[in-house]
């Protein structure tokens, strides 16, 4: 089997452009540092996965931006593109070669290498991975791709909770479907005490 391409969704941890609803509950300058510890232990676990991991970046600006070495150098870097995220992700899916592919955005501190490791060999057995959140979302999904896949980010009620199930039921009727375990997306104040806690 191909090695997994791995995909991550990402932004500087700028104040006013990453984690800006986290921002409203905890200020602009501690959101700002939830947000690089999220992405630096996202960063992490991703390196020490051993997929082939992508930097889809936001906004286009980043695309040159090193972050102290957090984004390094040797990972090829793509623009996420104009317009919603179900056309972002759509993008990176149509970018990336026939096989397994996963998606994770920066938001959950407890992802690590040997969970990533888990949603590969999940898709050895299946056609698709979800890893989901506690908000109704998920942390990660992966799907092995294949020609003729339907639009399956098309009409996803993405930030809520109902974006696995919309997501899941745009999938092909007759796929296997693994789901992993669930962790903590860091979105709002609430997630960040909620975590915080444990």
Known sequence: MRRARLLIYAKPPRMGLAKTRLAAGVGLTEARRIAHFT??????????SGCDTHLYLSPHSALGESLGGLWPAHLPRHDQGPGTLTEKLAKGLSEAPNGP???????????????????VRA????????GPAE????????????????????????????????????????????????????????????????
């Open 123 to 130: 898709l050895a057995r299946n056609d698709a991975v979800f």
């Open 39 to 48: 992405l630096s232990r996202t960063m992490r676990a991703a390196l020490a």
């Open 135 to 198: 908000d109704g979302g998920f942390w990660l999904f992966g799907l092995n791709k294949c020609p003729g896949l339907p639009a399956i980010f098309q009409n996803v009620r993405w930030s809520g909770p109902h974006a696995m199930a919309d997501l899941k039921k745009n999938l092909p009727g007759n796929w296997c479907v693994q789901i992993m375990q669930q962790l903590q997306d860091i979105d709002e104040q609430t997630d960040w005490k909620d975590w915080s806690r444990c």
């Open 101 to 119: 592919v996963l998606f994770i955005g920066t938001d959950a501190p407890d992802i690590s290498p040997a969970l990533i490791r888990q949603a």
